[in-house]
T-cell receptor, first 114, second 114 residues
């Protein structure tokens, strides 16, 4: 069945370091992969997405890499700041008739130390 | 512009009761999706509505139902509440039926069943 999983449940970094959060997926039919950030007491916040026919996409301080060969997705955050501390979820959207259904992974807790 | 708004923010119900959660999407967005997030896990898809029609349903019992109104707001109803229904219920809005990648989430409704 469909599943999205994360390799590391927690990640602790120093302010200014680069962070890499990883995610594995199993549904080859997914057409979009998305990263969300969720702070305590808030709903998930959209960070960046990548279409399945791409292998890299860059945003402001963030880069998403997609490796379809090994079904792996990663989020790179440059110059990590204390405000980046949150839970990060990868999610996938299946193609076809699954429309707006997002399948989320377990989440990675990112802690940034000043 | 206001984001996705959900009400109430917190709710305590007794087992067996019924609950109605409400969501107002971002102005101009026509699609609303509902997710259940149990503590420590990623959100789980419940429903998606677009133009007042159900376009997707997750693996939830028939006790869960929803509807979308002409103004695109939505309600999620849960009957015969169980302790296991305690969770954060998230609403996400997007502008098109397949708009899972551009879904914006509300703050959620924290439901506690006692």
């Amino acid at each position: 069945g469909e599943s999205v999983g994360l390799h590391l449940p927690t990640l602790s970094v120093q302010e200014g370091d680069n962070s890499i959060i990883n995610c594995a997926y199993s549904n080859s039919a997914s057409d979009y992969f998305i990263w969300y950030k969720q702070e305590s007491g808030k709903g998930p916040q959209f960070i960046i997405d990548i279409r399945s026919n791409m292998d890299k996409r860059q945003g402001q301080r963030v880069t998403v890499l997609l490796n379809k060969t090994v079904k792996h997705l990663s989020l790179q955050i440059a110059a990590t700041q204390p405000g980046d501390s949150a839970v990060y979820f990868c999610a996938e959207r299946a193609g076809g008739t699954s429309y707006g259904k997002l399948t989320f992974g377990q989440g990675t807790i990112l802690t940034v130390h000043p | 512009d206001a984001g996705v708004t959900q009400s109430p923010t917190h709710l305590i119900k007794t087992r067996g009761q019924h609950v109605t959660l409400r969501c107002s999407p971002i102005s101009g967005h026509k699609s609303v999706s509902w997710y259940q997030q149990v503590l420590g896990q990623g959100p789980q898809f419940i429903f998606q509505y677009y133009e007042k029609e159900e376009r997707g349903r997750g693996n939830f019992p028939d006790r869960f139902s929803a509807r979308q109104f002409p103004n695109y707001s939505s309600e999620l109803n849960v009957n015969a509440l169980l302790l296991g229904d305690s969770a954060l219920y998230l609403c996400a809005s997007s502008w098109r039926s397949g708009g899972g990648t551009e879904a914006f989430f509300g703050q959620g409704t924290r439901l506690t069943v006692v």
